[in-house]
């Protein structure tokens, strides 16, 4: 597991350059009330007891919290607020678990992050997790504001302390919004297999308004993108795309175009896709990318918890279902 770790880092390392500041002024207080509510009727727990440093990735300022208050943040900012109860409870749980993954390989493995400024983790979703402070909140939900804080809240303290174990370590949780019928494995993403990022079955992605996207450039401008990228591309050659692979979930393994090989990622990077699953046609002085889902799609894939939560499986079917031979356990505050 800890080459997996190790490339992690070399993957998502983002280097920063502002110094680490305290968190001050009102946009940046969290402090979750309905959540404190229910965790005080129940005697508080590991996410209210516990702190976690978040560095503000657009600013590079660091406040210390507790995981109640960055879990709220975190949910609100990954997953519509509108789910099932049973759907946001696997989004805690998988944001809690991954945020102690993360704590992990630097405190256990020495693994540094430069775009941390020294804090545990940060609110950059292409590195840790977004994270959406109560003013961005009240702005985006206006009057369902308090309904879907409480909603979340009430997601947080029913999993108080939940996290996802593969042997008898915090996994690596990631999650996505939407992807094919299958969610993809780990090493046709990363190069890396991981015994719990599996490819498995996705049921629910008619559900997701990000199931199919089309994103069209002109021929001339395609060509213009992968000559900037690849300098030796020619594309004197009759056909545009020559050959394309695909895994068994449908992510592009490689795409050969202008005579180069060039990885689905990389083509998702080159042309902003929502994902790397894709096909590509012409259409006159166009190219056209015809895209399935939104995201990675490695782990929890959202709109497939959804679904399986409106079909009654529980918080902890949902993650099993995602995470491939994965334990549920409760961390205590000790």
Known sequence: MRGFFSFLVIVYAISGIMPAMMLSGADY????????????????????????????????????????????GVISAEMPAGFEPAALQAQAICARSYALYKIQLQEKYGQVYDSHHGAQVCTDSDHCAGFMNIAERKELWGDSFELYRQKIAKAI??????????????????????????????????????????????????????????????????????????????????????????????????????????????????????????DISMEKDKVVFEVKGYGHGVGLNQYGAQYLAKQGYNCEEIIKWYFTGVEIKKYTSD
């Open 29 to 72: 207080q969290t402090k979750s009330t309905q959540a404190a509510q229910v965790f005080a009727e129940n005697g508080g727990g590991f996410d209210e007891n516990t702190q976690i440093t978040v560095a503000d990735h657009k600013t590079g300022q660091v406040q210390s919290m507790s995981f109640l208050d960055y879990l709220e």
């Open 157 to 278: 303290a029913d999993t108080d302390g939940l996290v996802a174990i593969y042997q008898e370590e915090p996994i690596c949780a990631v999650f996505h919004s939407t992807y094919t019928d299958k969610t993809e494995d780990s090493i046709n993403v990363w190069g890396r297999e991981v015994d719990y990022l599996k490819s498995v079955s996705n049921p629910g992605q008619d559900q997701s308004p990000r199931d199919n996207t089309a994103v069209e450039v002109t021929q001339e401008e395609y060509k213009n993108r992968i000559r900037k990228e690849y300098n030796e591309a020619d594309f004197t050659g009759e056909n545009l795309v020559e050959d394309m692979k695909k895994s068994d979930a449908g992510t592009v393994l490689s795409v050969k175009t202008g005579g180069v090989d060039i990885t689905g990622g990389k083509m998702r990077e080159i042309f902003g896709l929502p994902s790397s699953s894709f």
